[in-house]
T-cell receptor
Framework: DTAVSQTPKYLVTQMGNDKSIKCEQNLGHDTMYWYKQDSKKFLKIMFSYNNKELIINETVPNRFSPKSPDKAHLNLHINSLELGDSAVYFCASSHRGSYSPLHFGNGTRLTVT | AQRVTQPEKLLSVFKGAPVELKCNYS??????LFWYVQYSRQRLQLLLRHISRESIKGFTADLNKGETSFHLKKPFAQEEDSAMYYC????????????FGKGTRLSVIA
């Protein structure tokens, strides 16, 4: 099945822990993204990579670090988790072109206790 | 399971013509619907949400629970409306993940 898949779907962890969310796409896209869905269900972009190169880096805490081992993968590592990090995180991918559709993963619901 | 269907990949209209971008959903709970837009070389941004009952940039969308639809409409298209439009669905209660449609590219021709 061609898709954007992210794991895990749910992640419950304690404050101070370090965790990673993985994302993989088999659509042949060269651009990948991480979005955060806030409590009002607004999506805000966090990072974007094109061919393993960081092209968008929004104002997010340094505790968040994306890693792209190849253009089919973009993982999100979070250090020293805080309560406020609890949210749903979406991975997405697209071709680089102007109107290339975004393909979204199913989201990872992170709960920090 | 939640599902959002945008049947048109591409919609081309002339400037000044009415626009309707279709969105149908499947969900057994209490749906909350959104339209997101991505203009060329810009970030994805929220256009409107059904609970706000607002009109943004001349666009409106009415939730029709009988037809399970949330079509986006504008009476007179402008060239600057050309963009990718995504319909998204969530649940009214709780911070549930959005489920996105595959998007419709709107092209407004001068």
């Amino acid at each position: 099945d061609t898709a954007v898949s992210q794991t895990p779907k749910y992640l419950v962890t304690q404050m101070g822990n370090d965790k990673s969310i993985k994302c993989e796409q088999n659509l042949g896209h060269d651009t990948m993204y991480w979005y955060k869905q806030d409590s009002k269900k607004f999506l805000k972009i966090m990072f974007s990579y094109n061919n393993k190169e960081l092209i968008i880096n929004e104002t997010v805490p340094n505790r968040f670090s994306p890693k792209s081992p190849d253009k089919a993968h973009l993982n999100l590592h979070i250090n020293s988790l805080e309560l406020g990090d609890s949210a749903v995180y979406f991975c997405a991918s697209s071709h680089r072109g102007s109107y290339s559709p975004l393909h979204f993963g199913n989201g990872t619901r992170l709960t920090v206790t | 399971a939640q599902r959002v269907t945008q049947p048109e990949k591409l919609l081309s209209v002339f400037k000044g013509a009415p626009v309707e971008l279709k969105c149908n959903y499947s969900y057994s709970g209490s749906p909350e619907l959104f339209w997101y837009v991505q203009y060329s070389r810009q970030r994805l941004q929220l256009l409107l949400r059904h609970i706000s009952r607002e009109s943004i940039k001349g666009f409106t969308a009415d939730l029709n629970k009988g037809e399970t639809s949330f079509h986006l409409k504008k009476p007179f298209a402008q060239e600057e409306d050309s963009a990718m439009y995504y319909c998204a669905l969530s649940d009214l209660s709780g911070n549930t993940p959005l489920v996105f449609g595959k998007g419709t590219r709107l092209s407004v021709i001068a």
